[in-house]
């Protein structure tokens, strides 16, 4: 694969934006590196964790348009806290083929981040179906779906509250094949707490069905999503396939839970 080469600028960052897309894959250390691929100020992250359980795609208007390339970022955690310690709304950047220079409008503050190679990032997401026609990742899995329901806030706090307490960390969501799903965090031999939600699902009703996910991941979705009741969270899903979590801009996806089939209720 040939490598995209970056043009050297000295331009600007929109701190906030970027902030939040780094945040949105980080998930508190769930992945420690990705690569953010910058186009006509656009920049996009398509990422899957190590153990290949968990997948996010975000995009956001990030950079002045000077800026372009694919930036192998190999240490998630360190740009995310100087960008945390900056309130300035823009800040300025330089970027060569080997570091990304971040400094505060005033220059009192400046970060060289090293560049890794992208290739050596292994949490990029790669499609290896077809490499000469690439399908867009969003919409191939948005094709899998046939279910659809808001996420409430209420459902978030409660959930966020009881998962750290629980030992066995694995959920399971049930849908009853009509209107509702519920959420049930802690295994069968551990306590249980019961999340019935009162949002309606959306999709052509078929038999109940559940199946299970990793609770640890689903938590540190719901940690990042700054609640917006005019645009909530959406969580899509459908029979033995991916369950996504979308919130504007960003859609993360997470895999059903290795050997644990889906039981019809």
Known sequence: MSKKKKKSSDSVIFTSLLLGMLKDCHLAGVMEECVLDISAGQ???????????????????????????????????????????????????????RQMNIKRIDGQRKLNYLLTDPELIATRLIDDDDVDKPVDPLKKLSGLMKYKVIISEKIIKDFLSYIGMLKDKDITIEFDGKKYITVVCGGENDHQLRLKSKAKVKGKSKKAFGFKLNGEHLAHIFNVIEYDAEDPPVMRFAKKKPTMITRKSTAWALMPVVGVEEEDR
């Open 43 to 97: 920049g996009s992250i398509e990422a899957v964790d190590i153990t290949n359980s968990l997948m996010v795609i975000t995009k956001s208007k990030i950079t002045s348009k000077s800026i372009s390339g694919s930036f192998g970022l190999g240490n998630l955690e360190l740009l995310i806290k100087f960008l945390s310690m900056n309130n300035d709304k823009k800040m300025n950047v330089k970027n060569t083929s």
